[in-house]
């Protein structure tokens, strides 16, 4: 064998054993697992690239305060570079996203033994930061496979008094339970005492309501100014909790495609798809994909 096809012959294997898992199984400390994936090919085709881990960028490098202080005083400082401000922001840490038709959403946490996923819109309003509404919304196949749980509540707010959920369609609000109403959220919310301030009488209409709400109205045509949306409504509603103290975001329920995965992990694989033709893939190593399962059987420990 000449040296060259010596190269040739050894190149691709040295290449493909250096080379990184074909799926990441982390983001920014969340486990991505089965069903998700954040490379093309990995997890159930159907949550195909609603997943994705991008890189969050610092804000403006602001001084640390201990050099603030001292800006001013007779002590020199004694390190003035740091105190430098820097005029690009710095990619720091990345950061996982859902993907919807109305943007990317920030994932807290995924809870792979509950099958939930709870993201946060940070345009949304809460019980301390009051901001205009934007619509979220999902595509139908979301709402489909893995829609907002049942316990995650969406608070409309500042509803006018044309609005169709205080007219033909009331029967869309409910109260989540007897001791919490929207009321209490005009009087404990610093962010919504502004409605009760406003009005001369009664504080403006708001409606306790499920995500279907918003997937047929948008929030022009709900007329209400703003929303917040909390989960967990059960142990809030135990624990009597105040409105501050809500967990604000929303939590998503999901179903797990029946694709026979178990099977390909249990065989030590990782479950993923043909990204032309969607069809599982069971990827044993990055030079070995299997149609359902690796061949390692026999390394898999023995149950005594
Ligand atoms: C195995 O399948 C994954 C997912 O489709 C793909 O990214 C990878 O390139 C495949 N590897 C091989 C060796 O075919
Ligand atoms: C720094 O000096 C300015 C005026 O020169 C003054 O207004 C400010 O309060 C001072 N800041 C500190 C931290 O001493
Ligand atoms: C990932 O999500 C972020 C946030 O929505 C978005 O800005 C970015 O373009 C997305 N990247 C990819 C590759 O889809
Ligand atoms: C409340 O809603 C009314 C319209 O119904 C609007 O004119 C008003 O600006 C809203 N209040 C706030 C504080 O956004
Ligand atoms: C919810 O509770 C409020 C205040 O207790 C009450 O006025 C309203 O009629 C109730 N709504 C429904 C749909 O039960």
């Known amino acids: 064998m000449s040296p060259i096809s010596l190269i040739l012959f050894l190149l691709p294997s040295f290449y493909l054993s ?32 609603m997943l994705n881990c991008s890189a969050t960028f610092a804000p403006l490098f602001t001084p640390p305060s201990s050099s603030i202080s001292n800006s001013n005083s007779s002590t020199p400082m004694l390190t003035p570079t740091i105190a430098t401000p820097s005029t690009t922001p710095t990619a720091t840490a990345s950061a996982l996203f859902f993907q919807t038709p109305s943007g990317g959403y920030k994932v807290e946490s995924i809870d792979y033994a509950s099958r939930t996923l709870t993201i946060y819109d940070p345009s949304m309003s809460t019980c301390t930061v009051l901001q205009p509404h934007h619509d979220f919304l999902m595509s139908d196949l979301q709402s489909a496979i893995i829609p907002p749980s049942p316990d995650t509540v969406f608070a409309l707010i500042n ?25 209490e959220l005009y009087d404990s919310c610093t962010s919504f005492k502004i409605f009760g301030m406003l009005s001369n009488d009664t504080p403006p209409a708001c409606c306790f309501t499920s995500y279907n709400t918003l997937k047929f109205m948008s929030m022009n045509i709900l007329d209400c100014t703003h929303y917040t949306s909390f989960f967990d409504v059960d142990t809030l509603i135990k624990e009597d909790e105040k409105p501050l103290d809500w967990s604000y975001g929303i939590k998503l329920s999901y179903t797990l495609p029946d694709t026979g995965c178990d099977r390909c992990r249990k065989s030590g694989g990782t479950c993923g798809f043909d990204v032309e033709t969607e069809g599982m893939v069971c990827i044993c190593s990055p030079t070995i994909n299997s149609t359902r399962q690796c061949g390692n059987i026999i390394n898999q420990p023995l149950s005594p």
């Open 159 to 183: 509803c006018s008094i044309d609005s169709p959920v205080l007219n033909h369609y009331k029967s869309l609000c409910f109260n989540f339970s007897a001791d919490h109403s929207c009321d």
């Open 18 to 49: 250096h080379s990184l898992p074909v799926c990441r199984d982390s983001c920014a400390d969340i486990q991505i697992d089965y069903p998700f994936g954040i490379d093309d090919g990995c997890g159930a085709p159907l949550y195909r690239n």
